[in-house]
């Protein structure tokens, strides 16, 4: 079992910067990969960032990409999320998620990982 505990959030004005932190624990040797979700109100959960532990190989999507980074430490078992440049519409609950199984190129669907982190919640003021 693989429990993850995220931190991080909270309220920012448009145009500024958060680092989210998601650390692991438990038989994080079970990890291959870790993700990034969101779910904004009244909207469905979607991805944001991957990362390989193995390697570093990162996915983004469209959203994020350029104003954010997802990097780990392996030593602490710890994902991070760098967001810049926020802005209204980065609104949302955000999830680490970790995939126990074995990873080619990194995936996108919720289906895809396999623990989940309770959220933490980041809002942007404009």
């Known amino acids: 079992q693989v429990q993850l505990v995220e931190s991080g959030g909270g309220l920012v004005q448009a145009g500024g910067s958060l680092r989210l932190s998601c650390a692991a624990s438990?038989?994080?040797?079970?990890?291959?990969?870790m993700g990034w979700f969101r779910q904004a109100p009244g909207k469905e959960r979607e991805f944001v960032a991957a990362i390989k532990w193995s390697d570093g190989t990162t996915d983004y999507a469209d959203s994020v990409k350029g104003r954010s980074t997802i990097s780990r430490e392996n030593a602490k078992n710890t994902v991070y999320l760098q967001m810049n440049s926020l802005k209204s519409e980065d609104t949302a609950v955000y999830y680490c998620a970790a995939r126990g199984r074995p990873i080619g190129i990194l995936r996108r669907g919720e289906r895809d990982y396999d623990y989940w982190g309770q959220g933490t919640r980041v809002s942007v003021s404009s």
């Open positions: 438990g038989r994080t040797f079970s990890s291959y990969a």
